[in-house]
């Protein structure tokens, strides 16, 4: 059995996965030291206590790319904005710039890449450590970085 860089990542994230079920972690585990990556981890949202599922919000500037917001979920959709604000931006908005930004969710299994502005996210839909929760494997690096 030949095994690519992505089956050796999504077991990676398996085991995270299931390391922040039992640990009871955070919403987003880092998976990288970033030497290729922006941002490497695991991401989980999960339906809080108003019904709605969770979002995490990341910003940074970096040189020749400038400054940014991704957004990660809730559920399953994805956002990424050119600039940094505080309010919140509807991810169906034309300024996201992530075309689908609802990842479509079949059996249970979803994969999607986006190559825009520069930057290039990777994300993967694993298990839910819940059944009230989504959990995902997330990459964002820059489109000139070594393939992943």
Same mark, same amino acid.
């Given at each position: 059995?030949?095994?690519?860089? $992505?089956?050796v990542r999504m077991f990676a &994230?398996?085991?995270?996965?299931?390391?922040?079920?039992?640990?009871?972690?955070? =919403? &987003?585990?880092?998976?990288? +030291?970033? *030497?290729?990556?922006?941002?490497?981890?695991? $991401? #989980?949202?999960?339906? #809080?206590? +108003?019904?709605?599922?969770?979002?995490?919000? %990341? +910003?940074? *500037?970096? @040189?020749?790319?400038? @400054?940014?917001?991704?957004?990660?979920?809730?559920?399953?959709?994805?956002?990424?904005?050119?600039?940094? =604000?505080?309010?919140?931006?509807?991810?169906?908005?034309?300024?996201?710039?992530?075309? @689908? %930004?609802?990842? #479509?969710? *079949?059996?249970?299994?979803?994969?999607?890449? $986006?190559?825009?502005?520069?930057?290039?996210?990777?994300?993967?839909?694993?298990?839910?450590?819940?059944? +009230?929760?989504?959990? $995902?494997?997330?990459?964002?690096s820059r489109v000139d970085s @070594?393939?992943?």
């Amino acid at each position: 059995m030949v095994l690519n860089v $992505w089956s050796v990542r999504m077991f990676a &994230f398996a085991i995270a996965a299931l390391v922040a079920a039992v640990a009871g972690a955070a =919403q &987003f585990t880092p998976l990288s +030291d970033r *030497t290729r990556a922006i941002l490497e981890g695991h $991401w #989980e949202s999960c339906r #809080e206590a +108003d019904g709605l599922y969770a979002e995490r919000v %990341y +910003d940074n *500037t970096l @040189p020749g790319i400038g @400054p940014f917001e991704l957004h990660l979920g809730p559920y399953h959709e994805f956002a990424l904005f050119r600039g940094i =604000q505080d309010e919140h931006r509807a991810h169906e908005s034309r300024a996201n710039l992530l075309r @689908p %930004y609802n990842v #479509e969710v *079949t059996a249970s299994r979803a994969v999607h890449a $986006w190559q825009v502005a520069g930057l290039r996210l990777q994300v993967a839909m694993g298990g839910g450590s819940r059944s +009230d929760c989504e959990s $995902w494997y997330v990459n964002l690096s820059r489109v000139d970085s @070594p393939s992943q």
